[in-house]
């Protein structure tokens, strides 16, 4: 990884309205909240393409507004195969996403791609739930995971800053 531009993270799930850019849009504000902007790039995107150029899904912007988390401008776009190289960090939501882009991938790339909830501490769950065909409560439950493992990544992340 080289230290003179930005570390990049990039979360997928599979649409990129609800789960992924909710990571975004939390990971961002702790980055942000710790002055780390500047050194950390964060963007989202989904492993297929149902919802190009949509906004999150607007439960999602409502349940992340209430605890002070801006979604706006994130757009749902598929991941690209230049990803691979242009990324450090790719965190799928779940093992289906995580699987597709190990495959995608096919080796090549400098990306580390894992499950970001490899990074929680608060919990035994190893994948964030897709809220997507549930009511209100997967999309706070979603938040409460995200918001968990973005405070352990972003530990992580700063010893790896220049």
């Known amino acids: 990884m080289s230290t003179d531009k930005p570390i990049s993270v990039l979360f997928i799930c599979m649409g990129n309205i609800c789960r992924s850019p909710t990571a975004e849009g939390v990971f961002r504000k702790v980055v942000n909240d710790a002055g780390l902007a500047e050194l950390i790039h964060i963007e989202s995107a989904g492993t297929h393409a149902y919802h190009v150029n949509d906004p999150p899904d607007r ?67 190893s994948e964030v739930p897709d809220p997507y065909y549930g009511g209100a409560a997967g999309f706070e439950r979603v938040l409460d995971l995200v918001e968990d493992a973005s405070a352990s990544l972003l530990d992580i992340l700063r010893s790896r800053l220049p």
Do not use: H, W
């Open 59 to 125: 439960r999602a912007l409502t349940a992340a507004e209430r605890r002070g988390i801006s979604l706006a401008g994130i757009r749902a776009r598929r991941v690209d195969p230049a990803d691979f190289e242009r990324f450090d960090y790719i965190f799928a939501m779940d093992r289906d996403n995580l699987q597709l882009l190990i495959e995608e991938a096919g080796g090549k790339g400098r990306a580390q791609i894992a499950l970001f909830l490899e990074y929680a501490t608060g919990g035994r769950e």
